[in-house]
């Protein structure tokens, strides 16, 4: 069975609040990749249509800060899957009141989907519709054979 890319698309709204905040009166890296990896694990879900677990994080890449107040949107969605993992792409903005959204981070996360037993499972295929989605499926291909790379060198 295979699933469209739009199936397990997943957006999420939070406002950055004062527990939200690092010394310097921003947004907290480390909570923007909580909400990161919670999404991703919801995106995963959907896909898979069973738990998930996250394998390994990368391209973590912070543009631009967030503050108090701020809406933060992440938008989540498969790029990518193998056997039994998935890619998901997140990206994360800063929308004004206005509904304009300027990116401040973007990440690609490997999920891996697993069984009731905690064993990896494997996951639908993914039906690619767009010309953009092929252009990161082919993007997804690379990457894994980075990662693939990194574990070799035992990174």
Same mark, same amino acid.
Do not use: C
């Given at each position: 069975?295979? #699933? =469209?890319?739009?199936?397990? %698309?997943?957006?999420?709204?939070?406002?950055?609040?004062?527990?939200?905040?690092?010394?310097?009166?921003?947004?907290?890296?480390?909570?923007?990749?909580?909400?990161? @990896?919670?999404?991703?694990? *919801?995106?995963?879900?959907?896909? =898979?249509?069973? @738990?998930?677990?996250?394998?390994?994080?990368?391209?973590?890449?912070?543009?631009?800060?967030?503050?108090?107040?701020? *809406?933060? &949107?992440? &938008?989540?969605?498969?790029?990518?899957?193998? %056997?039994?993992?998935?890619?998901?792409?997140? @990206?994360?903005?800063?929308? $004004?009141?206005? $509904?304009? %959204? #300027?990116?401040?981070?973007?990440?690609?996360?490997?999920?891996?989907?697993? @069984?009731?037993?905690?064993?990896?499972?494997?996951?639908?295929?993914?039906?690619?519709?767009?010309?953009?989605? #092929? =252009?990161?499926?082919?993007? $997804?291909?690379?990457?894994?054979?980075?990662?693939?790379? %990194?574990?070799?060198?035992?990174?």
């Amino acid at each position: 069975m295979e #699933k =469209a890319v739009s199936e397990s %698309r997943t957006e999420q709204v939070y406002q950055v609040r004062p527990e939200h905040l690092n010394g310097a009166e921003r947004l907290f890296g480390g909570k923007l990749m909580e909400w990161i @990896d919670e999404l991703a694990g *919801l995106v995963g879900i959907r896909h =898979a249509q069973k @738990d998930v677990i996250t394998a390994s994080v990368d391209n973590l890449k912070f543009i631009r800060g967030a503050y108090l107040k701020d *809406l933060i &949107v992440l &938008v989540g969605r498969v790029t990518f899957v193998g %056997r039994t993992s998935m890619e998901v792409r997140v @990206d994360t903005y800063v929308e $004004g009141f206005d $509904g304009v %959204r #300027k990116p401040i981070n973007r990440a690609y996360l490997t999920l891996v989907a697993v @069984d009731t037993d905690g064993n990896p499972a494997e996951v639908p295929g993914l039906i690619i519709e767009t010309e953009a989605e #092929k =252009a990161e499926w082919e993007a $997804g291909i690379k990457r894994r054979e980075m990662r693939k790379q %990194r574990r070799m060198e035992g990174f």
